[in-house]
């Protein structure tokens, strides 16, 4: 296993949109291994493989409470096929945003359908934090951030902020940001 970089804001790959994974193999297998390490190491819930630079549609999870064992999860092409008409607000944080946090407003449960690491298709009902998780994620894999639920001025003003960060930064090493408990 190895780290991989969280690429983050402005980064313009997090407006990419990821490839469907078609081949299931060891390769595939050690980008969710490494990006499991990277995600634990961060520490967040949820990771896309575009957020460590690699454009395809790999979610990885892991929405256990701090204390209680593990529970590694894997969405590979995951797609929302239907999300409800009621709402929720949660609050939101993104690996790759660090250091920002904004209420988004969601459909409080979605239905997604999914690969796991054998190829084989699944499909889940999913509400509440999870609901909210898989949404994040897959928006990563369509190029969206949780910034663009927000208003115009919001979001703007937050991408301000990092444009200006990147640059004060001048090829130094980026400061350090302290760990958070709720990146995505
Ligand atoms: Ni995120």
């Known amino acids: 296993m190895a780290l991989r970089d969280i690429i983050t804001l402005p980064d313009k790959r997090l407006r990419l949109v990821s490839e469907p994974v078609q081949k299931f193999d060891k390769d595939l297998r050690k980008l969710v291994e490494d990006m499991f390490e990277t995600m634990y190491e961060a520490p967040g819930i949820g990771l896309a493989a575009i957020q460590v630079a690699v454009p395809m549609r790999v979610i990885t999870m892991d929405l256990?409470?701090?204390?209680?064992?593990?529970?590694?999860?894997?969405?590979?092409?995951?797609?929302?096929?239907?999300?409800?008409?009621?709402?929720?607000?949660?609050?939101?944080?993104?690996?790759?945003?660090?250091?920002?946090?904004?209420?988004?407003?969601?459909?409080?449960?979605?239905?997604?359908?999914?690969?796991?690491?054998?190829?084989?298709?699944?499909?889940?009902?999913?509400?509440g934090l999870l609901a909210t998780c898989l949404q994040h994620e897959i928006d990563h894999i369509n190029g969206i951030l949780f910034i663009d639920h927000l208003s115009k001025l919001k979001r703007d003003r937050v991408i301000k902020k990092y444009k200006k960060a990147a640059k004060h930064a001048d090829g130094k090493p980026a400061p350090r940001v302290e760990p958070t408990s709720r990146g995505l």
């Open 64 to 127: 256990a409470k701090k204390d209680d064992p593990k529970e590694p999860k894997v969405y590979i092409n995951a797609e929302v096929i239907s999300a409800s008409n009621e709402k929720a607000v949660y609050e939101e944080g993104c690996l790759s945003i660090p250091e920002y946090y904004e209420e988004v407003e969601r459909p409080v449960s979605v239905k997604v359908k999914y690969l796991d690491l054998d190829g084989k298709p699944h499909e889940i009902e999913a509400s």
